[in-house]
């Protein structure tokens, strides 16, 4: 059975930085995509930032220059260094995997709280 857990929430002063993990496991196949979304109260889940195996990077226009996603394929593991927090930026961040076999198949975390506030 497959399990996706972030990790890294938290409170922070604006301009502050966070580093998300999320690792994921309960699967042989490879892990062909790895993203991180957020969804504030009320609004709906965005993308923040996804990474492919190969290491194809895409992000929110909001975050560029800002946040960066990297990954550890070994550890099947995503990051995300957030750097100037905004309180904009505060939501839930959740991560998703998909994996070779069924690569349109989507895993998500349960997600970790970021609040960015003074």
């Known amino acids: 059975q497959v399990q996706v857990v972030e990790s890294g929430g938290g409170l922070v002063q604006p301009g502050g930085s966070l580093r998300l993990s999320c690792a994921a496991s309960?699967?042989?196949?490879?892990?062909?995509?790895m993203g991180w979304y957020r969804q504030a109260p009320g609004k709906q889940r965005d993308l923040v930032a996804t990474i492919t195996r190969s290491g194809s990077i895409n992000y929110a226009d909001s975050v560029k220059g800002r946040f960066t996603i990297s990954r550890d394929n070994d550890k099947n593991t995503v990051y995300l260094q957030m750097n100037t927090l905004k309180p904009e930026d505060t939501a839930v961040y959740y991560c998703?995997?998909?994996?070779?076999?069924?690569?349109?198949?989507?895993?998500w975390g349960q997600g970790t709280q970021v609040t960015v506030s003074s």
């Open positions: 309960g699967s042989d196949f490879t892990i062909v995509f």
């Open positions: 998703k995997v998909n994996y070779m076999d069924y690569p349109k198949v989507s895993y």
